[in-house]
């Protein structure tokens, strides 16, 4: 928040006044401020506010991010240690997320410091949020709440998961054709824990599309889609891509494909 006086007569002092929350910091701290004048030699200046933020307890990381492939191990610790002398009691008060996390509060160094052991549970595709409280016997600092992110990746995965050309107007469709141009759309396999990803084949239920693909590297294929143009019919155009792979957990992939003629 900024407070300042707005006119300064000829002679005169001006206060500007900066005040930043601390809420949630620790450590070192640096805020600026951008000052605009009609002063033609200093039409704008800048001041710089330091400073370091207190705390009795000092938590590091002060967020949680789980992030990781499915089957894996994730898990973070964030390590919790007291800043003044009167001995730290630190309990755990509730998990917002149980089943999505598993929780540790292990006490290093008596009276001085602790660790918070946050795992992954689930084994699936997916991301979540949630938070911890802790409760301490300090009065400054009487409850701490730790947040926490989870992106659980599949072991394999397709991208985009839904493909989609969009709409296209009648005559808009003749010109591709009458130019012999084409739209082609990319669909990326990625193997996120491995290099021996194979693609067996690719399917398509109907004839409205094709598709080809190509080796990026040892973890990753790319398939092209397009459209047969001269098979499309006005209205919604759908199909499904079918991606046959040697993973023995996800032998085929399937990505929903639709184009529009208007």
């Known amino acids: 928040m900024v407070r300042f006086d707005r006119t300064i007569p000829p002679g005169g002092e001006g206060k500007i006044t900066l005040q930043v929350s601390t809420k949630g910091f620790q450590g070192n701290m640096q805020r600026k401020a951008r000052i605009f004048t009609n002063d033609p030699k200093h039409p704008h200046v800048t001041i710089t506010m330091k400073g370091e933020v207190w705390a009795p307890i000092r938590v590091t990381p002060r967020y949680v991010r789980l992030r990781g492939v499915s089957g894996e191990k994730i898990e973070e610790v964030v390590h919790l240690e007291r800043e003044k002398e009167e001995p730290l009691t630190v309990k755990l008060a509730s998990v917002s997320i149980p089943d999505k996390v598993e929780v540790e509060l292990v006490e290093i160094a008596k009276g001085r410091s602790y660790e918070l052991k946050v795992r992954n549970k689930l084994e699936k595709e997916t991301t979540y949020g949630g938070q911890v409280q802790l409760t301490t016997n300090y009065p400054e600092k009487p409850e701490i709440v730790i947040r926490i992110s989870g992106y659980v990746q599949a072991a394999l995965e397709v991208r985009p998961k839904t493909l989609s050309f969009g709409r296209i107007s009648k005559k808009q469709l003749q010109q591709l054709q009458k130019d012999g141009r084409n739209v082609r759309r990319p669909v990326m396999v990625l193997l996120n824990n491995g290099n021996d990803l194979e693609i067996k084949n690719v399917e398509l239920r109907k004839s ?26 006005d209205g919604p155009n759908t199909d499904c891509l079918r991606i046959l792979t040697n993973q023995k957990d996800r032998e085929v992939l399937e990505v929903p494909i639709s184009f529009e003629v208007l």
Not at 208 to 233: C, H, M, N, T, Y
């Open 208 to 233: 409205l599309f094709r598709a080809i693909s190509k080796k990026v590297s040892p973890g990753a294929v790319q398939i092209l889609v397009e459209p047969v143009l001269e098979k499309l019919k």
